[in-house]
T-cell receptor, first 115, second 110 residues
Framework: ETGVTQTPRHLVMGMTNKKSLKCEQH?????MYWYKQSAKKPLELMFV???????ENNSVPSRFSPECPNSSHLFLHLHTLQPEDSALYLC??????????????FGPGTRLTVT | KQEVTQIPAALSVPEGENLVLNCSFT??????LQWFRQDPGKGLTSLLL?????REQTSGRLNASLDKSSGRSTLYIAASQPGDSATYLC?????????FGAGTRLTVKP
């Protein structure tokens, strides 16, 4: 257990559905991240939040919408997804971002399949 | 744009062997480098974090080195065990950006 939990662990959704992924960290960290891991590709950083403020958006399509209501919770709202969005979505947290050198702790991931 | 490369892509060794995994990166202006382990279908477990000012870190049978000027890091695993079988990922961090290599899939045969 890393102190970062993700729900659901598995999700199957149609292209017209709307769903949300949830991440919660119990480490007292101030930064949270969403990553996408597709088959045979390196992990891709999607979004970064530091003290609830979004500090990074790596050209992610608008069908992915993040929300960070507080430093312990992070959501990824999904709508009108495409089959190529099927992947493992990983959440991570760290003490902060920026000039510090902070270790990231990862959750177990949500395996998303878009049909 | 930072690019991270890991060699080899896959490695199979008999139990008890010492082994080295390699990671290279193109931009030496990094804050830190982190090695992770990932079991199939699971999240990442942090193994070692090396700050940009450090040259190596050790944890048990693992030793990671960092040569920032040449853009290289190695992960040394001593006396490998079947339980070490997993994919090993390196990642370099610069401010808000963290770039991962594609990983080395390690199999340790009993």
């Amino acid at each position: 257990e890393t102190g970062v939990t993700q729900t659901p662990r598995h999700l199957v959704m149609g292209m017209t559905n709307k769903k949300s992924l949830k991440c919660e960290q119990h480490l007292g960290h101030n930064a949270m991240y969403w990553y996408k891991q597709s088959a045979k590709k390196p992990l891709e950083l999607m979004f970064v939040y530091n003290f609830k403020e979004q500090t990074e958006n790596n050209s992610v399509p608008s069908r992915f919408s993040p929300e960070c209501p507080n430093s312990s919770h992070l959501f990824l709202h999904l709508h009108t997804l495409q089959p190529e969005d099927s992947a493992l979505y990983l959440c991570a947290s760290s003490q902060a971002t920026g000039t510090g050198s902070y270790e990231q702790y990862f959750g177990p991931g949500t395996r998303l399949t878009v049909t | 744009k930072q690019e991270v490369t890991q060699i080899p892509a896959a490695l199979s060794v008999p139990e008890g062997e010492n082994l080295v995994l390699n990671c290279s990166f193109t931009d030496s202006a990094i804050y830190n480098l982190q090695w992770f382990r990932q079991d199939p279908g699971k999240g990442l477990t942090s193994l070692l974090l090396i700050q940009s000012s450090q040259r190596e870190q050790t944890s048990g049978r693992l030793n990671a080195s960092l040569d920032k000027s040449s853009g290289r890091s190695t992960l040394y695993i001593a006396a490998s065990q079947p339980g070490d079988s997993a994919t090993y990922l390196c990642a370099v961090s610069n401010n808000n950006d963290m770039r991962f290599g594609a990983g080395t899939r390690l199999t340790v045969k009993p």
